[in-house]
């Protein structure tokens, strides 16, 4: 199951340099007042992702976050959140320690 959700990919890559907030978001004033603090600095799903930006690591747009044990996990895109909710929770533990040590 891991293979398929990571095999999937993301969409990140079309928004650069604005992180979570892709291009849509970056036109929009004030979408950095909508962020919530994260346990991650980078993606859940895609590790090699960022979550947020440069200034702000561990902050990700509300529809970009999941509540799992008690902790907002991040995404670095729209894609993710979806593939995370389609993991078991041992993948979802495994791909959270993968990304929760990483450090921006």
């Given at each position: 199951?891991?293979?398929?959700?990571?095999?999937?990919?993301?969409?990140?890559?079309?928004?650069?340099?604005?992180?979570?907030?892709?291009?849509?978001?970056?036109?929009?004033?004030?979408?950095?007042?909508?962020?919530?603090?994260?346990?991650?600095?980078?993606?859940?799903?895609?590790?090699?992702?960022?979550?947020?930006?440069?200034?702000?690591?561990?902050?990700?747009?509300?529809?970009?976050?999941?509540?799992?044990?008690?902790?907002?996990?991040?995404?670095?895109?729209?894609?993710?959140?979806?593939?995370?909710?389609?993991?078991?929770?041992?993948?979802?533990?495994?791909?959270?320690?993968?990304?929760?040590v990483k450090k921006r």
């Amino acid at each position: 199951m891991l293979f398929a959700v990571a095999g999937a990919g993301c969409q990140q890559s079309s928004k650069k340099e604005t992180g979570t907030l892709g291009a849509a978001a970056s036109a929009t004033a004030g979408a950095t007042d909508r962020r919530v603090n994260v346990v991650n600095a980078f993606c859940a799903v895609m590790d090699e992702h960022p979550v947020g930006t440069d200034k702000a690591p561990y902050m990700a747009l509300p529809e970009n976050v999941r509540t799992y044990r008690g902790k907002k996990v991040g995404f670095c895109c729209d894609d993710c959140p979806a593939q995370w909710d389609a993991m078991t929770d041992a993948d979802r533990d495994a791909s959270l320690a993968r990304a929760a040590v990483k450090k921006r």
